[in-house]
């Protein structure tokens, strides 16, 4: 049995914990610099605060002072961070890392460059690792449906693990596998990465429905207003494909878990249904921050930066001006305070279906 | 304005009198044998008992016996009868119908021949129209994200019209379109229909996931079973794929309205995830079934037929016997009492994806 460093303290690098202990690995368990509370509770605890669970008899928490001791002699570093926080890993975790060390990355996310082409965030963080690994660290990164809280109650989970580095994915599935948490291995990470971040995205959209309901005044009898929620999710489902074809892959992890898979579970609840409700209500974004403050907007970051790019991309005619109609609809209720008029004549063009008048 | 008639007063065939009403045209509302109750309270009240909304003004009710008087002069005829009564629409329907009038149907489902093959609802209809009207009357199909409940509230709503006679669909779409009803137009009406009947079959499964969350105590802590309903969502769209392929079609659809977008209605509520949830318990068919007396329980019908022609169509060599493991499982939940171990190592195959030990 291996030690295994989990970097990042938030909920999803915690409930990793669970299946690594279950499969008899030690857990070194690093808070980054904002995640000292946690450590802390959790040391004195055993109970970590934001999953509200004990945590396994094997899992050690560290301060992040105690970075470079905790890494020490590991067989696998999972980076739990969040997307802001790759380059924080790559820069301050990188230098303890070795050759033939893999990582596996539960963030989130999407990086543009100034020509809006959009990078995969395992790409950014290899790019950033000390130049004398460069290229030797195997990078992965899990994707699909995944709710943290109930992984760590041992609630089954079904995953997807990717890497541009194949061959090790075997292993990391080994590291992980138990009898709820069910890996499979994608040969296409950008596919599977592209899916993980627009979900969020996407969520965002379907959250709107939500929030028109209670400025509707709430259900009218029976009605709700699910076949907007539905419209929605299809419309983003077909954009999801536009996205993974844009990155130069095959869409077809967009039907099953990466995509609709992980969807399906983001607007079950949490931050990104929340926001989502705040500005179909009618907030604005930054009202809506007031009553989220503290909290880490995924959705937010990956709008701006994909919804950012769409401009350039399509001055170079890698986009067409009418594709990802929903994705520039978000990015203008987020940033000019569009109002809910959706663009239902520009939707699901793409799948061969023709809409008169 | 014309003159329209639906046949069959359940909630979905009802509701779309209201876009038809918006759009000044009369409608007929023509109740089956089994009807007879709702379409008395219409004539008394006004109101539709399952709808629980007033209806147009524009919408006059009628009983099976005045079929005749009501079908004269129309121009355009819904089906809004459930699966089993597809037969019962062509035999007593067809003899009223004419050459180039164009039936749009409601019904979700698929028949299948003795040799497993299986059929989608407007070719069934089509041959049992009386052989003077055979080929002549054109037929098409609606699909997509639609709760009957909510069409009627004229919340937003967006689906699909299909028909192997494509030229209609742009004049049956102006009858319905409004500006609450957005309506998309079609090629392929068997990748439509594929997805509009197995969306019943596969959120059944998904409503399995809240029987065992009731099973196992209800949620620990923040602990759903979400992470299981969204696998079993992403393995319902993997599947919906191959049974689009199996009848010859394009998968694009899965991945739109008539897909997920439908399935993700579909499993907000309803008949079928009430099912779900009571096998998810640990009811048999029979009991569940004295649970819900009275209930068209078009999931069984559908599960039964696409999960019962499989044997015949895997000895045909048409099926591989590892397809489909999400639709035989629920066929033996219904039929052979199975418990719920779900067969994960069967799971995600067809997208590329593999899954060690």
Not at 128 to 134: D, F, K
Not at 295 to 305: D, K, N, Y
Not at 335 to 347: C, K, L, R
Request: glycine residues 12%.
């Amino acid at each position: 049995m291996a030690t295994v460093a989990i970097v990042g303290a938030g909920v999803m690098g915690s409930a990793l914990s669970f299946p690594l202990a279950d499969n008899g690995h030690t857990v070194h368990l690093i808070g980054t610099h904002l995640d000292d509370d946690i450590i802390r509770q959790c040391q004195a605890t055993r109970v970590h605060p934001r999953l509200q669970r004990q945590l396994p008899a094997s899992v050690k928490p560290f301060f992040v002072t105690g970075l470079g001791q905790a890494l020490d002699g590991v067989e696998l570093v999972i980076s739990g961070v969040s997307s802001p926080g790759v380059h924080w890993f790559a820069r301050t975790v990188g230098p303890h890392l070795r050759p033939a060390l893999p990582v596996l990355a539960v963030t989130k996310g999407l990086e543009a460059t100034a020509e809006g082409d959009l990078r995969i965030l395992p790409d950014v963080v290899a790019d950033e690792l000390p130049a004398s690994l460069r290229g030797q660290v195997p990078i992965a990164a899990i994707g699909g449906p995944c709710i943290a809280g109930e992984l760590a109650a041992r609630r089954h989970s079904a995953v997807v693990f990717g890497s541009r580095r194949t061959e090790v994915l075997g292993r990391l599935a080994a590291f992980l596998q138990t009898s709820y948490y069910h890996v499979w291995q994608a040969k296409d990470v950008v596919g599977l990465e592209v899916c993980a971040a627009m979900k969020n995205a996407y969520a965002l959209g379907v959250g709107l429905a939500a929030g028109l309901l209670e400025r509707a005044g709430g259900p009218d009898g029976n009605a709700f207003m699910h076949n907007l929620a539905a419209a929605l999710f299809a419309q983003a489902a077909v954009e999801m494909v536009q996205m993974v074809r844009l990155l130069g892959s095959s869409p077809e992890y967009v039907t099953g878990l990466p995509g609709v898979g992980d969807m399906f579970v983001t607007v079950q609840g949490g931050r990104t249904m929340r926001l989502g409700r705040l500005l179909g209500r009618g907030l604005t974004l930054d009202a809506a921050r007031r009553e989220m403050v503290g909290e880490t907007l995924e959705s937010v970051e990956i709008i701006t930066t994909a919804g950012g790019a769409l401009p350039r991309l399509i001055e170079r005619g890698l986009v067409r001006p009418e594709d990802f109609p929903l994705l520039r609809f978000l990015y203008r209720v987020l940033h000019e305070g569009s109002p809910m008029a959706f663009p239902w004549e520009q939707f699901f063009a793409i799948v061969g279906l023709r809409r008169d008048g």
